[in-house]
């Protein structure tokens, strides 16, 4: 038997997670970052305090004194790539290197995304896909990117943009609409069941340049609607309309550059079964879609426990 630890610590999330080998099961412990309310987020610098405050008490949640972890998964950046750097990840990274060297275990450094793209797979029972190319759509508040996901020996997933949003991010867009709406930051849950007491049925052309979007004027049609005395119902459910319409726009263009490869949406903003359903609907026959539980959406630590399992007990999934 052997337990990784997995660390993640996002501007939303302070989340720990345990992968048992031999009951192939995830214990996860997670908190979210306090925001006042009609706020839009954190700014870095309170963000790390309140993961210094949370994370023992999401640690303790997990019991790991009484455990004998194996390795440590953790998040170290937003991206793998150059200049990916948010404060708010040193928390994570600083204690897994705190406890690696205590317990002398190794610890296995990666990106938020990277955790993000396991913990789904993970989720939709398709780790195999890890042995071949995909699609991965990362939609949350700080990405709404469509990535190239390859094998890789040294960091399991070789990830390459293929289109993003330009300027708006998904998240970003659905936690302003929320807080002009007077939902409480992060705004997704409560849109969401807004959105579902609406009648309305809306159109939406997206906006494209290449393959890539633009949602910045999305928002402002938001303002407007509401401003012209729309529900804020009908505001939630356009909203919502429209960024499914996005992202079912980016797939089938990125779908054209390499048709049947298989397709998995995780991220906060794919916790949301409106938005998957017409997904799903739309892609069912076209290539294999995959779509992470909505507990495995958000902000968490069990793609980095995942991702810890994978280089310690790579046959234990």
């Not at 708010?88 to 317990?103: D, Q």
């Not at 997704?188 to 939406?204: D, N, P, R, V």
Request: proline share 4%.
């Amino acid at each position: 038997m052997a337990l990784y630890l997995g660390l993640d610590t996002s501007n939303y999330t302070t989340s720990a997670a345990i992968y048992d080998t031999s009951q192939k099961k995830i214990l996860q412990a997670k908190k979210l970052l306090p925001v006042k309310s009609g706020q839009k987020g954190l700014r870095q610098s309170d963000a790390v305090f309140h993961h210094v405050m949370q994370l023992p008490e999401v640690l303790e949640k997990l019991n790991i004194s009484e455990k004998e972890i194996s390795g440590i998964g953790v998040s170290v950046r937003p991206r793998n790539m150059e200049k990916s750097y948010m404060p708010c990840f040193l928390c994570g990274e600083r204690t897994a290197k705190i406890l690696g060297h205590v317990l002398n275990i190794p610890v296995y450094e990666t990106s938020h995304q990277i955790g993000h793209i396991l913990a789904g797979l993970y989720s939709a029972k398709k780790l195999a896909w890890r042995n071949q190319k995909f699609f991965a759509f990362h939609v949350s508040g700080g990405t709404t990117d469509c990535v190239l996901c390859e094998p890789d020996n040294k960091n399991i997933l070789h990830v390459k943009t293929i289109s993003s949003s330009l300027d708006l991010k998904a998240g970003q867009l659905i936690d302003r609409v929320g807080i002009m709406l007077g939902l409480d930051f992060p705004c997704g849950k409560e849109l969401e069941q807004l959105a579902m007491q609406s009648k309305a049925k809306f159109k939406y052309q997206p906006v494209m340049k290449g393959l890539s979007c633009c949602m910045s004027g999305l928002e402002n049609q938001c303002a407007r609607l509401y401003q012209d005395n729309m529900p804020a119902c009908d505001v939630a459910m356009f909203c919502l309309t429209a960024i499914s319409e996005i992202l079912k726009k980016m797939t089938s263009l990125i779908l054209i550059q390499e048709q049947n490869l298989p397709v998995l949406y995780v991220g906060g903003v794919m916790s949301n079964q409106y938005i998957q359903k017409q997904l799903a609907e739309c892609f069912y026959s076209k290539t294999e879609t995959a779509f992470a539980e909505p507990a495995f959406s958000c902000d968490n630590a069990v793609g980095t426990a995942v991702y810890a399992t994978l280089y310690g007990s790579p046959d234990s999934f």
